[in-house]
């Protein structure tokens, strides 16, 4: 069977609001105020949690390694507490990925947000059930852009790894499937979109409706049953 793995920050949903507030959280508990943003930081957010830690204390001229790993479990609490306030799947993922499906393909997801934090969030968003698979940060003992995430999460979605087609935003996802020798759709409607023709993708997504379309024409289609 052909797959169809999604990233999930940036990706299916925009999460960059939350993100920030977690972020900015501890910044408070630090006695720094809030240091980040949004919408200027969003791109950032989407980063991850260490990322976005360097980057307020750096403008503080507070930072040092150690105080980013003393405050990311704090930010992780943060987050999940707040995981859906603001968070929202972007217009016609979830069309897509049902079309997909009724189409043949299996469908996962490879994110490097801890394996927990993601089944939490698309629980609450109330669309995990429609993903075969999800593979998270720590569901392996390596991440993206190392292609074994990427492999795992096609394998548990019913289909050979060498089969797949990789969907999302950075260019973590675009190293991951080089890496990995399968296709890759970069979308430009998240954060980062502006910069995602610079990654040279096999394509890149504009709007959720072109997916089962360009989905169709770099892996093909699945054999009827």
């Known amino acids: 069977?052909?797959?169809v793995i999604f990233d999930l920050d940036g990706t299916l949903a925009d999460t960059s609001i939350d993100l920030l507030a977690a972020a900015n959280h501890c910044f408070r508990v630090m006695g720094l105020g809030d240091m980040l943003s949004h919408p200027d930081d969003a791109k950032i957010?989407?980063?991850?949690?260490?990322?976005?830690l360097t980057e307020g204390l750096t403008?503080?001229?507070q930072f040092k390694e150690a105080t980013v790993e003393e405050y990311y479990p704090v930010l992780l609490e943060a987050y999940r507490e707040g995981i859906d306030t603001h968070t929202v799947m972007y217009p016609g993922a979830m069309d897509a990925v049902e079309a997909l499906k009724t189409a043949g393909y299996g469908v996962g997801i490879c994110t490097n947000k801890p394996e927990g934090l993601a089944e939490l969030l698309m629980q609450r968003l109330g669309v995990r059930d429609a993903f075969a698979a999800l593979?998270?940060?720590d569901t392996l003992s390596v991440r993206?852009?190392?292609p074994?995430?990427?492999?795992?999460a096609a394998r548990r979605s019913g289909g050979a790894p060498e089969h797949c087609v990789?969907?999302?935003d950075s260019d973590t996802d675009r190293n991951t499937s080089a890496n990995a020798g399968v296709p890759s759709v970069l979308v430009t409607f998240g954060p980062a979109g502006p910069d995602m023709a610079a990654l040279n993708p096999e394509a890149l997504l504009h709007d959720?409706?072109?997916?089962?379309?360009i989905v169709a024409g770099l892996i093909g289609i699945n054999p009827a049953r």
Request: charged share 30%; net charge positive; no cysteine.
């Open 1 to 3: 069977m052909r797959t």
């Open 45 to 52: 957010a989407l980063r991850g949690g260490k990322r976005m």
């Open 59 to 61: 403008r503080a001229g």
């Open 135 to 137: 593979v998270g940060a």
């Open 144 to 146: 993206k852009p190392d």
């Open 148 to 152: 074994a995430p990427l492999f795992e």
């Open 166 to 168: 990789l969907i999302g």
């Open 208 to 213: 959720y409706a072109d997916l089962p379309e």
